[in-house]
């Protein structure tokens, strides 16, 4: 999805446009297409740029923050950009090294993400002992020299790793006879502790003392005479050390999440970054624990790992979502079924020619977007003639229909929900006389299973409105030749399905077909009903009727608190209603609309 836009509302003459981008896996082509029309720049593109790329930067920016957006999200995909001649060029930052770059006097008016080359001339410190110092500091696509003629450097690479550098390099070249130590710190952070050891060492450390922080590689640069560097060496020394006390433990308490659940994904993350470390010992430290009864967790590590823990929960223990789904299970004719204008096809927007799918193959759909072999199998379409209200009072008011449940059940995201309507039935597993066994005592063991219909669904919320059901139904019925319970035959029907619906739309699963057989007599009035001879004048017929059980899914997407109070106190309100009725002896079956208990959300504006 791409979405590169200006602001609707009127901007001022003398107020410049301000740009919105939210791109979600789209063709960097267009991205680049995009900006060379925003910032009126020509832009070259090497061919072995492709892809989708993801951006999401909602407020508004003028065409320069825009473009310096664009370059982060080259830098980002692995792609370099270096401006030359008034060109433009964009290639993969392997490249770079081959590519020309732009030499840039000042960083004043530069941004970041774009290619660049810079000189600086030493005046303390040897070019060639700053090249041996900052190249492990240095990414894989840059590059740095040393010109000893003039002892100057020459550093090459994206704009914001040749400013860090020349940061530190300039709080190096310091007048005085010293060296250049880097150290790596295991347990502190590195700009922590620079911070620290400059406010001690301003009046202690001398003159030529100078110290810096790399946060990519968590490291110190010190420079200065032997002596300071070997006294503050010391103190790095005493500062990086694993901390011992509750200072190294948090306790997290979760709002949303199970604690149980979050447990073994920050364990895996902790020691993925420990490892990324190279540090055995921090490794060692490492400590995550759940408290079920509080839901809590108890974390024990270096701080940078705890800092990143909480980063993590922090962004997944958010309020998720509910869905209310809401079901009506019906036993109809093969006849009406066919009158509900049911749309027997899996896909959400219907063509002349749609086929729908069944377990029987590919059926075709007729003008009236009703299945002509409707009994043929399972089935599976949408409901599109109107409301689930309008639904249960066409189906309560037709006498070849029979509304078995109307059940409706609240699930999270992504939480499987089950509704059962049946019996829990005994089934005897096993039995003893007496006399085949050792025992005296005669015994049966009996087990018992749930018969009926059942239903399992999970939804999952998606982008926009729409919401991913993963469907199970499952009919299972007691065989009419079952004689004894250690003899019971069960028939079992089912489907199982993953269909994507719009929320607060139908979704209609049938073709659960069964013949019931009804016997009908006709006779002679008194003449049918006297012995014996009452046979002749009376006449039996066995008339199978076809009926076709029906399930529509109703899911409504719950996403804030008001609309879950909402149906609450609807529902609330409906129930205390007719509880007085009750009471006061005034109640009565017409007083029970089950479509007052359907739709409580309110519908979208059109």
Excluded: C
């Excluded at 004719?333 to 749309?343: N, Y």
């Excluded at 009804?518 to 199978?544: C, H, N, W, Y």
């Excluded at 996403?559 to 129930?575: G, P, T």
């Amino acid at each position: 999805m791409l979405s590169l836009s200006l602001p609707v509302s009127a901007q001022p003459p003398e107020q410049e446009e301000l740009l919105t981008i939210n791109m979600r896996d789209a063709d960097i082509g267009a991205v680049i297409q995009w900006v060379a029309e925003q910032t009126n720049k020509k832009i070259v593109v090497d061919p072995r740029v492709k892809g989708k790329v993801t951006v999401l930067a909602n407020q508004g920016m003028n065409a320069e923050q825009a473009y310096q957006v664009f370059l982060t999200m080259l830098d980002v995909y692995g792609y370099a950009a270096s401006e030359a001649g008034g060109i433009l060029r964009i290639y993969p930052a392997a490249l770079s090294n081959n590519s020309p770059r732009k030499l840039i006097e000042s960083f004043d008016a530069l941004g970041g993400g774009e290619q660049i080359m810079y000189i600086y001339q030493a005046s303390q410190v040897s070019a060639t002992q700053l090249v041996e110092l900052l190249k492990p500091l240095l990414p894989g696509s840059g590059h740095i020299a040393a010109y000893p003629e003039n002892n100057s450097l020459i550093i090459a690479d994206e704009s914001a790793n040749v400013k860090r550098l020349v940061a530190m390099v300039q709080q190096i070249d310091q007048s005085g006879d010293f060296d250049i130590e880097v150290i790596k710190l295991k347990h502190a952070d590195a700009n922590n502790v620079a911070g620290l050891v400059l406010s001690l060492t301003q009046s202690a450390g001398g003159p030529g003392f100078s110290i810096a922080s790399d946060e990519r590689s968590n490291s110190l640069l010190m420079s200065g005479d032997p002596a300071t560097r070997k006294r503050v060496g010391q103190l790095i020394k005493q500062l990086d050390k694993p901390i011992t006390d509750n200072g190294n433990t948090r306790v997290v308490y979760l709002h949303y999440l199970d604690a149980a659940e979050l447990l073994p994904i920050l364990r895996g993350m902790a020691t993925a970054m420990a490892d990324d470390n190279k540090n055995a010992e921090a490794n060692s430290s490492i400590s995550i624990e759940a408290s079920e009864s509080s839901n809590a967790l108890i974390m024990t590590a270096p701080p940078y790992i705890l800092d990143m823990m909480d980063n993590v929960i922090a962004q997944v223990d958010i309020r998720r979502a509910q869905v209310l789904v809401e079901a009506i299970i019906v036993e109809v004719s093969k006849d009406f079924s066919q009158t509900l204008g049911v749309e027997w096809n899996t896909s959400l927007n219907r063509n002349d020619g749609t086929e729908a799918l069944t377990n029987f193959g590919l059926k075709t759909v007729d003008d009236d977007g009703v299945l002509s072999l409707i009994g043929s199998g399972l089935n599976l379409g949408f409901y599109r003639n109107g409301s689930l209200r309008a639904l249960v009072q066409a189906v309560a008011n037709e006498n070849d229909a029979n509304i078995l449940s109307t059940p409706s059940i609240l699930t999270l995201d992504n939480q499987e929900a089950e509704i059962l309507v049946g019996s829990n039935v005994p089934f005897i597993t096993g039995q003893s006389t007496g006399a085949a066994s050792s025992t005296n005592d005669p015994f049966t063991t009996v087990e018992r299973e749930d018969i009926g219909l059942t239903l399992k669904i999970t939804p999952q919320i998606n982008s926009g409105d729409a919401i991913t059901l993963d469907v199970l139904q499952e009919i299972e019925t007691i065989s009419e030749a079952t004689t004894v319970a250690n003899d019971i035959v069960t028939n079992k029907r089912s489907i199982k399905t993953k269909v994507i619906v719009e929320d607060d739309n139908i979704l209609v699963l049938g073709g659960l077909i069964s013949d019931d057989v009804q016997e009908l007599v006709s006779k002679v009035p008194i003449l049918g009903d006297m012995p014996l001879v009452g046979a002749l004048f009376r006449s039996t017929t066995d008339q199978v009727i076809k009926k076709n059980l029906m399930v529509f899914i109703h899911p409504v997407i719950l996403d804030s608190e008001e609309v879950a109070m909402e149906l609450s106190q609807k529902n609330y309100n409906l129930m205390q209603e007719l509880q007085q009725k009750y009471n006061s002896g005034t109640f009565s079956a017409e007083d029970v609309n089950l479509s007052e208990f359907i739709e409580y959300k309110p519908r979208k504006e059109p």
